[in-house]
DNA sequence: GTCTATACTTGGATAGAC
DNA sequence: GTCTATCCAAGTATAGAC
């Protein structure tokens, strides 16, 4: 609703600057205080900047706190669209999605997605909107394995919507665990785990 | 801290039962309202007594709520032992897991958990707490484990402890995406997904 | 578009009556 | 051990100056 005047010539205006800069503290706040810790206040002093912003350019905390999903959701996208581009099998692929959850968890990049997933609880309004901000994983997840489960003998058995849905939920719930005991050796061992089965399964199929 | 009156008897006094009240109270208020929503006021409402008596027996709000996990791990931790005790294989692992899950689902027992592990990002004081209380399910997943992946030939690919963790944030994972969606399908079809591999890993065991 | 000041609300927590 | 009353801190949100 409350909108800053973006003209419409495209240009980038101070306005939109300082959106951008609201959205960052708003993540980077997320990331280390996380939902509870997340006032307007505590973002505005994240950022250096004035409390009143967040309403004036967001209208309310949640909204800034989707603005925020929506900007991790989008450049972490654009990264794991990349890396799973140049894929050529089930064993690539694993490799590949190891490495960026790395990135992931050191960054805490999926801890932004958990605590607003936690807080919709709480906000009925905000779960419309993450179940609409969930889905284009699950659906990443699953065109990926689509592509590279084709004419394994292990198609049949598992249904790549099924398969997507386990790894997003095991995905968010790694990181739940790997944030509590700050220790990541037991997502790389799960990683580990996985891979080595890519490549049984693969032996299988060749 | 501030402890209520319970004598040497051991007979339960009315302030014991008050306890149990408030925590029954926190438990649903938990469930229903997240972690954001559980206030030491909402709590009073819903269980209908005086907000002042939540600091009297448990000195904060977050010390009440850690006593609520407690009490839903115990009860619950319980319930899982029973079902499992009878376990012969496996694929009737799978099975047990299957249905004692969909109760947890469908009562919400997994959420409580779930919201105070997000939570506990905000109030660092918690996490310790909460490690200590996640601790034993990734164990009792171990134990089950090894106890029926002896002799199989996956024993060797598959270290317990790393499928027990993977299992448990699965879960926590699953709990998330339902409570998302309302949708208790995909888990059950991830469920499913899992039973059939089950079944694949013995006809190769035996 | 940004800042200061402020109104209003909710919640944690305690004191003191019962 | 429980309730009423209250204090105080923190947060959302808005009005209005700049």
Known sequence: MTKSGVGARGGSTTG???????????????????????SARAIA??????????????GSVNELLLAALDATSQTRMARYRDAVDGVENLGDLFRVATEIYAEDLDAG??????ELMAASTTFPQLRTEIVARVEPWVRFTEEALTR????????????PKDVAYAIVALYLGMEMLANLDDNRDRADAIF???????????????
């Open 16 to 38: 939109a600057r300082t959106r951008e800069r609201i959205v960052e503290a708003a993540i980077e706040t997320l990331k280390t205080e996380g939902f509870a810790g997340a």
């Open 45 to 58: 002093r994240t950022g250096g900047f004035n409390q009143a912003l967040v309403f004036y350019h967001f």
């Open 109 to 114: 990049h999926i801890k932004v997605l958990a």
């Open 148 to 159: 590279h489960m084709e004419g394994s003998p292990f198609a049949q058995l598992l249904a």
């Open 192 to 206: 580990a785990t996985g891979a080595r089965f890519a490549a049984l399964f693969e032996s299988f199929g060749a």
